[in-house]
């Protein structure tokens, strides 16, 4: 299946695209903001990754410190990027803590955001505008079937 970038781009740009992963590996933290997309990094944590761990974002008590299930207390410190993953007309609001977070680590975040055809464009907005101010980077994609494409293109 092609990407939506790869889709758009003409075959003579195409020659241009890198198809090789990063040489450097990075140390990723994927983490799931909603149920939908906890299901869909459970079926990818299945896959062989290399330096790549999943997780899903719980809350017991608004006043304690985060906690992503399946990690140690500390495990999300030895990563090098964390990967937010929600999807549109869910609360994507534990976003801005996991930003926090990661910006007293020194850790990059970066963003992505589900949006089904189904989604209505002032939802896809609004989802966008909360997520936006706390990743560099944000990708806006139909499917999940993507997010294997944007961590194999990671490096990992």
């Known amino acids: 299946m092609l990407s939506e970038t790869a889709r758009a781009t003409t075959a003579a740009e195409s020659c241009y695209r890198v198809q090789a992963p990063n040489a450097m590996p990075r140390r990723i933290l994927v983490i799931a903001l909603d149920p939908a997309t906890a299901a869909l990094g459970q079926q990818l944590a299945e896959e062989r990754w290399r330096n790549i761990r999943f997780a899903n974002f719980e809350v017991s008590d608004p006043q304690k410190n985060l906690t992503f299930t399946r990690l140690g207390a500390d495990e999300d410190s030895a990563s090098d990027v964390v990967v937010t993953v929600g999807t549109v007309?869910?609360?994507?609001?534990?976003?801005?803590?996991?930003?926090?977070?990661?910006?007293?680590?020194?850790?990059?975040?970066?963003?992505?955001?589900?949006?089904?055809?189904?989604?209505?464009?002032?939802?896809?907005?609004?989802?966008?505008?909360?997520?936006?101010?706390?990743?560099?980077?944000?990708?806006?994609?139909r499917d999940g079937e993507f997010l294997r494409g944007i961590l194999q293109a990671l490096g990992t």
């Open 89 to 141: 007309g869910r609360d994507l609001s534990q976003a801005t803590r996991i930003a926090e977070r990661c910006a007293r680590l020194g850790i990059e975040v970066s963003g992505v955001l589900i949006a089904p055809k189904r989604a209505k464009p002032n939802a896809v907005n609004e989802a966008l505008l909360t997520l936006r101010p706390m990743s560099r980077t944000l990708a806006l994609i």
